[in-house]
């Protein structure tokens, strides 16, 4: 089993807070017993997404990343060369696979779940990127 361990300031906390000593060190001890201990793998390159990092996750063999696509390339001919699958069910498995993305993960997504007023705002610097702003603006203006 896998667990992502995240911790947030809360709001009313400077940015510049720093805290003390003790607890730091605390909190160091406990890491590293943990480490120690075999129940924490790694904690390096972590960093605030205050600040924009970004973490980089690296799969691992199996899981989905590029040498598993020779065995799904198996599975397709196997299955078709079995006859464990007609015409029709392929025409039936794109149609719900293409219903399925419009409607959990378009409409779901970008129109039924939406809040235009979230407090949850973009950062400065995401909204920059690939010019997101003046997309928005001008999408505003011709609608309105």
Same mark, same amino acid.
């Given at each position: 089993? #896998?667990?992502? !361990?995240? *911790? %947030? ?8 807070y720093?805290?003390?000593? %003790? !607890?730091? $060190?605390?909190?160091? %001890? =406990? ?8 129940? &924490? +793998?790694?904690?390096?390159?972590? #960093?605030?997404? @205050? +600040?924009?990092?970004?973490? +980089? &996750? ?11 696509h ?5 599975? !397709?001919?196997?299955?078709?060369? *079995?006859? !464990? ?9 794109? $149609?719900? =696979?293409? $219903?399925? =993305?419009?409607?959990?993960?378009? %409409?779901?997504?970008?129109?039924? &779940?939406?809040?235009?007023?979230s407090?949850?705002?973009f950062?400065?610097? $995401? =909204? #920059?990127?690939?010019?997101? @702003?003046? +997309? &928005? ?8």
């Open positions: 089993m #896998r667990v992502m !361990l995240l *911790h %947030k300031l809360a709001e009313d906390i400077p940015e510049d720093v805290p003390p000593q %003790k !607890l730091i $060190a605390d909190v160091g %001890k =406990m890491v590293s017993d943990a480490r120690d201990a075999g129940l &924490l +793998r790694d904690g390096a390159g972590l #960093r605030s997404t @205050q +600040r924009e990092a970004q973490v +980089r &996750l690296q799969p691992r063999p199996g899981s989905g990343g590029p040498g598993t020779p065995y799904g390339v198996y599975y !397709l001919y196997y299955i078709h060369t *079995h006859g !464990l699958v007609s015409g029709w069910d392929w025409v039936f498995s794109v $149609a719900y =696979m293409l $219903a399925f =993305m419009y409607v959990f993960l378009v %409409k779901t997504t970008y129109t039924w &779940l939406a809040d235009r007023n407090p949850y705002a950062a400065e610097g $995401a =909204m #920059r990127r690939f010019n997101v @702003q003046s +997309r &928005l603006e001008r999408r505003n203006s011709l609608t309105h």
